[in-house]
């Protein structure tokens, strides 16, 4: 089975402080991790996955095997970063592709 | 085009009508998914389908009837729908089946009288 855990489901930051959106997971094989974001009235969108090792809009996130996460981060956060983050774990299964959703944590970036 | 394309956007409906939602792409995506997201919670997969067969049905109830006629078109049939299925309805796509990342459609807003 895989899982995806989120511990926080709302993140309050000044503008300027740094950020960081915890995700752990589990699952048995060789895990690709994304971290998905959702701005308010848009839709679902990629922000990065961890095989690219890219910094976007100036987040990073590493994989961790050791620790099973895969955490985000940012060092100064903007008010444009206020959304939901869903971290998502895809597996193979019977030759589909499964992305198992973390319960996902709003982040609030404060003027 | 670089979108997915779902209609309607909101859909009111009796639980003894019949309906569907219908997701277009054409990107030249082989893979395509739906999803169900109720309020404040993560999406939750129900169907996936891989070179229009159906690869994976996460134990959805038959009232949920998925169809692909096309590579680029996927539907979701509607019946006897019980209040409960209220919710938004994701459709996503990606180039292949293997790990790939998804790309999302706005959704179609769901609600049962």
């Known amino acids: 089975a895989q899982r995806v855990t989120q511990p926080e489901k709302l993140l309050s930051v000044f503008k300027g402080a740094p950020v960081e959106l915890k995700c752990n997971y589990s699952?048995?094989?060789?895990?690709?991790l994304f971290w998905y974001v959702q701005y308010s009235r848009q839709r679902l969108q990629l922000l990065l996955r961890h095989i690219s090792r890219e910094s976007i809009k100036g987040f990073t996130a590493d994989l961790n095997k050791g620790e099973t996460s895969f955490h985000l981060k940012k060092p100064f956060a903007q008010e444009e970063d206020s959304a939901m983050y869903y971290c998502a774990l895809s597996g193979s299964r019977n030759a589909g592709n499964m992305l198992t959703f973390g319960g996902g944590t709003r982040l609030m970036v404060k003027p | 085009d670089t979108e997915v394309t779902q209609t309607p956007k909101h859909l009111v409906m009796g639980m003894t009508n019949k309906k569907s939602l219908k997701c277009e792409q054409h990107?030249?995506?082989?893979?395509m998914y739906w999803y169900k997201q109720k309020a404040k919670k993560p999406p939750e997969l129900m169907f996936v389908?891989?070179?229009?067969?159906?690869?994976i049905n996460e134990s959805v109830p038959s009232r949920f009837s998925p169809e692909c006629p096309n590579s680029s078109l996927l539907n979701l049939h509607l019946h006897a729908l019980q209040p409960e299925d209220s919710a938004l309805y994701l459709c996503?796509?990606?180039?292949?089946?293997?790990?790939?990342?998804?790309?999302f459609g706005d959704g179609t807003r769901l609600s049962i009288l």
């Open positions: 996503a796509s990606s180039q292949y089946t293997g790990i790939q990342p998804q790309h």
């Open positions: 990107m030249g995506h082989r893979a």
């Open positions: 699952y048995s094989g060789s895990p690709e």
């Open positions: 389908y891989s070179y229009e067969k159906l690869s």
